[in-house]
């Protein structure tokens, strides 16, 4: 059971150092620790926990938990790292709520996982919110405008793009020769628990073994040989399965681990797969896996230079205000222009009006969100219908021109994300967790948002403090003379 502890921030005064002195309060870290929600963090992480459960080691502390999570994706840093990290520096510790420094790791580098547990997608978009709610400066009108009345305002930024998982580039060939593997493994963990009659495989491992690597160590290999040696290598675990069934029913289902038995689903959804595939090359197949560690991961079709083909997580942007928010994140591939509907309701919600203007790309144009945005008095970015006028067609072209240019926000937004704060790699394996690592990333990039709004302001008012004091001594010299 979590018990809720105090959600009042420290002064940076009342903060122990191991040398003496006193923290830098214009120090990223303290001005981050005011910007997070944590009293909204501390009641979604105590809901994840039993509260029918009494006893046993208490919980680490909300803010622990969270902060842990946050120092990571935004210093970029691996489990291992963050826990060093933590244990070294000042303001870190400051950040996570401690009163004094502690040159002890904190907890294991192994909680990070159960961290991520903790916080799922939809929480970390809550706090994302809350975070824009209470950092956005106060709106001019709190009388929400009725629909259709043209007095919307804002603009709304939508793009996608995809979040690759930490997964080799995958083969049929390279992915059937470790599910052969992997069924050679649960075979001599139950062999010893059976009456040992017969072969354990009615192949030669060997052979097969070298079979694969004879191709796989090609430059080129030909078309023929793949063909040969992937059929050679899915009838091999074929016959393993079959085998690993019969042994099932004289050892029984608990002679395999739990995760021994998921990968072993798995392995069996692949062969069925690959099967398919073979006898029909030309087909689709749904829900197709491309690694057996990680089943959850789809082949997602961009058609980007370089790459064309991306295996992970698709992610539907929105970007207002320089703030970005997760309109659709899926493992599987969809359509982004289903989701222009549903981030206008929420732009609505948010601000009480729907935006002047919707800048996307043409994935975006299609007939059901061109009548939506008529009906609502909404602008969506893209030449209009019909066949212009003169005078019309140059005003187009000049606004599209202006479109493009603040629809870069978005692009520029998603390039920073990939390369300051690891998006373009998700090291996490579970589903669950990989997709909070995506989330917590976007979250990271909003308070790094807020951070330059508040020293933007603090430098637009200390030049005013400086030019008026420089007016007011110029005035008095002027009236001296």
């Known amino acids: 059971m979590y018990r809720k502890r105090n959600r009042e921030q420290i002064s940076i005064d009342d903060f122990v150092t191991p040398f ?28 994840s926990f039993n509260k029918e459960k009494q006893g046993g080691r208490p ?23 963050t826990v060093e990290h933590i244990s070294e520096n000042n303001y870190m510790q400051y950040f996570l709520g401690l009163p004094e420094f502690n040159p002890n790791p904190l907890f294991d580098e192994s909680m990070l996982t159960w961290f991520r547990k903790r916080f799922s997608k939809e929480e970390l978009e809550k706090i994302n919110e809350e975070i824009y709610r209470r950092t956005r400066p106060p709106e001019e009108t709190n ?39 992997a069924t050679e493994d649960m075979i001599e963990c139950i062999w010893d628990k059976t009456e040992r009659r017969g072969h354990k495989t009615s192949y ?34 074929e016959k393993n399965l079959a085998t690993l069934g019969n042994l099932l029913i004289e050892a029984g289902i608990d002679s395999l681990t739990e995760q021994q038995i998921e990968r072993l689903q798995t392995i069996c959804e692949v062969a069925r797969q690959q099967r398919y595939h073979y006898e029909n090359p030309q087909a689709s197949v ?19 230079a370089g790459r064309e083909v991306e295996f992970g997580q698709k992610l539907a942007l929105s970007v207002v205000d320089g703030y970005t928010f997760i ?26 009006a729907y935006p002047e203007a919707i800048l996307a790309d ?14 609502n008095g909404i602008r969506l970015s893209g030449p209009r219908l019909g066949r212009p006028k003169a005078p019309q067609l140059f005003a187009d072209r000049n606004q599209a021109y202006k479109d493009n240019c603040e629809r870069n926000t978005v692009e520029g937004l998603i390039g920073v994300e990939k390369r300051r704060y690891g998006l373009d790699l998700i090291m996490a394996r579970l589903p669950h967790t ?3 690592e995506a989330a917590m990333n976007i979250l990271c990039m909003n308070v790094a948002h807020v951070l330059r709004i508040l020293l933007r302001t603090f430098s637009q008012r200390l030049l005013f403090t400086v030019l008026f004091c420089d007016f007011s001594k110029y005035r008095r010299q002027l009236a001296a003379v």
């Open 286 to 304: 749904p829900n197709r896996i491309i690694d057996l560690r990680q089943p959850h991961v789809r082949p997602i079709v961009r058609g980007k």
């Open 434 to 436: 990989s997709e909070t």
């Open 143 to 181: 009388d929400p405008p009725t629909i259709g009345s043209g007095e919307n305002k804002g603009k709304l930024i939508l793009d996608a793009t995809v979040a690759p998982s930490d997964v080799r580039y995958p083969t049929d060939l390279s992915l059937l020769n470790e599910c052969r593997e």
């Open 20 to 47: 003496g002195g006193k923290l830098n309060a214009k120090n990223r870290w303290v001005k981050m620790s005011q910007i997070i929600p944590w009293d909204m963090v501390e009641d979604i992480y105590a809901a």
């Open 362 to 375: 043409r994935t975006y144009r299609n007939r059901e969100n061109l009548k939506f945005c008529k009906e």
């Open 59 to 81: 919980p680490i502390a909300s803010r622990i938990a969270f902060g842990a999570l946050y120092i990571k994706e935004t210093e970029n840093l691996t489990d291992e790292r």
């Open 204 to 237: 030669n491992r060997k052979k097969a073994r070298n079979k694969y690597l004879s191709v796989a160590k090609k430059r080129k290999p030909r078309r023929k040989q793949v063909l040969q040696v992937r059929r050679e290598q899915l009838e091999n675990v």
């Open 327 to 352: 309109e659709e994140q899926s493992w599987n591939n969809f359509s982004e222009g289903a989701t222009l509907k549903d981030s206008a309701e929420k732009y609505h919600r948010r601000h009480g």
